[in-house]
């Protein structure tokens, strides 16, 4: 058999990789922007991690405001009115990034745009839990007394 010999010296080790690509801003913004967003369901918590979603970080003047995309208006009204502590909690995460967010913009009108791989919130394939199962249901095997029957009829007729 015959051996081919391997010449390592073409390669570029990873280090020299991605201190290439971290030197291009937009890049590293954009890989900040990713791990920020990482952090939303344990920030939101499990009642709001499938309905919301952090969808945009942009700079202003005053510091950065962060947009959060939400299945409907309740579940946006609903998290406005705990935008101070979600502010707080999402600034641990993000300070050590170099980044501070000082506001957050809550939108349902994105909503369908930032889960096109998820179904949207209470769609009609969710089970409902207090919604009994009727699907092996046959209603010719329900027996009623005479006054029953009776009963029905009346209401029916009035």
Do not use: R
């Amino acid at each position: 058999m015959d051996k081919k010999e391997i010449l390592y010296s073409d390669f570029n080790s990873v280090e020299n990789i991605l201190g290439a690509v971290m030197k291009n801003p937009k890049l590293k913004q954009g890989l900040k922007n990713a791990t920020i967003f990482k952090f939303w369901p344990k920030v939101a918590g499990k009642k709001f991690e499938k309905y919301s979603k952090a969808n945009g970080l942009t700079q202003t003047p005053e510091g950065h405001v962060l947009t959060v995309a939400c299945a409907n208006a309740a579940v946006s009204s609903e998290l406005l009115m705990f935008k101070q502590d979600i502010l707080k909690k999402m600034n641990i995460y993000s300070k050590p990034l170099g980044v501070e967010i000082t506001d957050i913009n809550f939108s349902h009108k994105i909503w369908s745009s930032t889960k096109n791989t998820q179904k949207a919130a209470f769609s009609i394939e969710e089970k409902n839990p207090y919604k009994p199962d009727l699907s092996n249901f046959d209603p010719s095997k329900i027996e009623l007394d005479p006054l029953e029957v009776e009963a029905i009829k009346n209401s029916v007729d009035n």
